[in-house]
């Protein structure tokens, strides 16, 4: 699975939403680094671009746009542990 664009990552992320409990994916955004966990929240729970995400975490948008990859691609890690798709 690749996430070339926010657009794929949003659309793996509705499809999460879909296809598991919230429980369930909060217990695998706990798995996350906090501030990690915190920029998928901001971006998909709360709507956030990563722009604001960036002027609320006091950070740049490159240190955000890493978090945000970084973290879509653990949870799919978390939900997909035996895929030998490689990332």
């Not at 709507?47 to 955000?64: C, F, G």
Request: charged share 25%.
């Amino acid at each position: 699975m690749k996430f070339n664009s926010n657009k794929e990552r949003k659309v793996y992320w509705e499809r999460l939403m879909k296809d598991h409990p919230v429980s369930e994916i909060n217990q695998a955004l706990n798995t996350l680094k906090p501030d990690t966990a915190k920029v998928v929240k901001l971006c998909y729970r709360q709507q956030y671009s990563l722009k604001e995400i960036a002027a609320i975490m006091n950070r740049s948008i490159t240190v955000i746009r890493n978090h945000h990859n970084r973290g879509i691609y653990k949870l799919y890690r978390y939900f997909n542990p035996h895929s030998s798709e490689t990332i």
